[in-house]
């Protein structure tokens, strides 16, 4: 049985496990290193799930975009279903992952923290998923980077956590 390792005490649904397994199946190869599974979760969540800026705008967020089935299945979240998301097929990949919640300069936010090669790193995949409203602009394939795998003092220029568990 899988559980988001987390201050809080959610678990995951036994759909959502079910899901991140076939996902990773998809996307870590055996042999791989840490750095190369959570780069291949990172980069598959950015390419395969939007983050829900319509229903943010209009104040009209669905529940489901709060959760990693909604991001799973759905493919659109907001930055909980991302992090959710993120937890579960880190652990799904034999990865330690932590759920953060805490404050941005734009209000409540939620990301992740992981254990690499025996060190922790707070990496927050919503905020490297570019949102663009140009049409133009295929986002799905392009990755920013600025927040994966950081250091808590990189992280907290702009984060401020509520719940992080690790120094990073």
């Not at 199946?25 to 190369?36: A, C």
């Not at 979240?77 to 993120?86: I, P």
């Not at 759920?99 to 922790?120: F, I, L």
């Not at 570019?130 to 795998?149: C, E, G, I, W």
Request: proline share 2%; aromatic share 14%.
């Amino acid at each position: 049985s899988y559980k988001y390792i987390t201050s809080g005490s959610s678990s995951q649904t036994s759909k959502e496990v079910e899901l991140g397994q076939e996902i990773i199946k998809k996307i870590i190869k055996k042999g791989m290193s840490d750095y190369e599974k959570v780069k291949a979760i990172n980069n598959y969540m950015i390419q395969n799930v939007s983050y829900d800026s319509e229903n943010y705008k209009k104040n009209t967020i669905p529940a489901a975009s709060y959760t990693a089935l909604g991001a799973m299945e759905k493919k659109i979240a907001v930055c909980a279903g991302y992090a959710k998301m993120f937890s579960i097929l880190a652990v799904c990949a034999d990865l330690e992952a932590t759920y953060v919640t805490g404050d941005t300069p734009y209000g409540y936010h939620a990301w992740n923290q992981v254990k690499v090669s025996g060190k922790w790193y707070n990496v927050d995949v919503t905020w490297d998923d570019p949102v663009s409203t140009d049409k133009a602009f295929d986002d799905h394939k392009y990755n920013r980077y600025s927040y994966f795998l950081i250091s808590d003092e990189l992280m907290y220029k702009d984060h401020k956590a509520n719940n992080a568990k690790h120094t990073c």
